[in-house]
């Protein structure tokens, strides 16, 4: 194959690959990696913030998939903490709508988000309308509806 071509592909294949995990030929890839990086961070994070008594609150070694963890943690108060909650929450709304077969569908009108939007933010659960109006309607951050 001629280098060119080559090196398009492949610049091709890399902008793609987001959008690949997000929408499902291996569905819940892209996420799950992100969760996991995401809840070593928030680990971290506590970790810095409360190092003496986080292995108090959450043990030494959590399994990674512990759904207590985001409700243990909860009333640490560090701007970065609560952040990072938001979106693990995000991901694992994200992770239940991909096990439900409703990921890409916008929870308000029921149409797709699109795999532009996806690509760019694969915890969307809105089309772009309905999110500006709902940004409107709701001034609280990180309350996915379910
Ligand atoms: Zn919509």
Redesign the pocket.
Known sequence: MHAALVRTRRSFGSELAGVDDAFSRRPGTGIGARREALEREIRAEVGRARDQTYGEIAGPAPDPGDESLADLIVDLDTAEVTRDLGELRELDTALGRIAEGTYGQ?V??G?DIGLERLGALPTAV??V??QSVHEKTFAQPYRPRL
Request: aromatic share 0%.
């Open positions: 916008c308000d009108c149409r809105r089309c309308d309905c």
